[in-house]
């Protein structure tokens, strides 16, 4: 029997979901509940690995299990022993086709910009900006040159993939007070990619560089080109879509 769960978690606490050595991580927290379970090792297989410090609204994973148990129960089974930073949303028997990873279209994260006073409450949940004199609009118009099927080397920590093409289906911003949430909609992220495309878009909003500058750190496929990274603590993996 195939479970496809849905979770939230809070990355404060978390070096990233991904199942590591001597360190605290999602996929740990969740297998150790599942081996009490099942009363067998299980592995969990997730849509995406998010990175330390990054949070999660909808994560999804799944994984296989002998035990008949209704959705609810085993919902209800995993929430009562997992920690309080980790929530199971929703659980749904899937068919042995359903891979969450491989089956996912695209994703969506949301990062946090705050350029308002600092509040040490919200300080592991967006990223304040400190840089003065930062034209906000440009920033937007920065980013959205990223729009499209791109290959996007420049913006990746990882250097071993040898596809790099990705395409960003949307993205939006929404505007609270002084937070700025940045929306990205696309068929896949790189390592640290959402993170960088900000960090240089940052730049070009504090006249470090100009928008064909950052067109041609894009073009030039070079990662020494864009060095700059705002912190894990404004992202959100907000969304996996299927078909």
Avoid at 63 to 69: K, T
Avoid at 175 to 197: A, D, Q, Y
Wanted: aromatic share 12%.
């Amino acid at each position: 029997m195939r479970f496809k769960c849905i979770c939230a978690y809070d990355g404060s606490q978390f070096h990233g979901f991904q199942m590591q050595k001597t360190l605290r991580t999602v996929q740990e927290e969740i297998e150790a509940v599942l081996l009490i379970i099942n009363k067998k090792k299980t592995k969990i297989y997730a849509s995406g690995r998010t990175d330390t410090g990054v949070h999660a609204l909808n994560q999804v994973f799944h994984f296989d299990s002998s035990i008949e148990m209704a959705p609810e129960n085993m919902k209800n089974a995993l929430n009562s022993r997992l920690p309080k930073d980790i929530y199971i949303k929703e659980v749904e028997i899937v068919d042995k086709s359903f891979h969450a990873r491989f089956k996912a279209k695209a994703k969506e994260y949301h990062y946090l910009i705050d350029y308002g006073q600092y509040n040490p409450l919200n300080r592991n949940y967006r990223y304040y900006c400190t840089y003065r004199n930062v034209d906000w609009e440009l920033f937007k118009e920065a980013l959205l040159i990223f729009k499209g099927r791109h290959d996007f080397r420049s913006f990746t920590k990882n250097k071993t993939l040898t596809n790099t093409v990705r395409e960003i289906y949307e993205i939006d911003f929404e505007t609270e007070g002084t937070l700025i949430t940045v929306k990205m909609v696309g068929n896949g992220f790189m390592h640290h990619m959402v993170r960088i495309l900000i960090a240089m878009s940052l730049e070009v909003a504090r006249g470090k560089i100009s928008i064909a500058d950052l067109k041609l750190i894009l073009a030039q496929k070079n990662r020494r080109l864009a060095p700059k990274i705002v912190p894990p603590t404004g992202l959100y993996l907000y969304w996996v879509y299927y078909s």
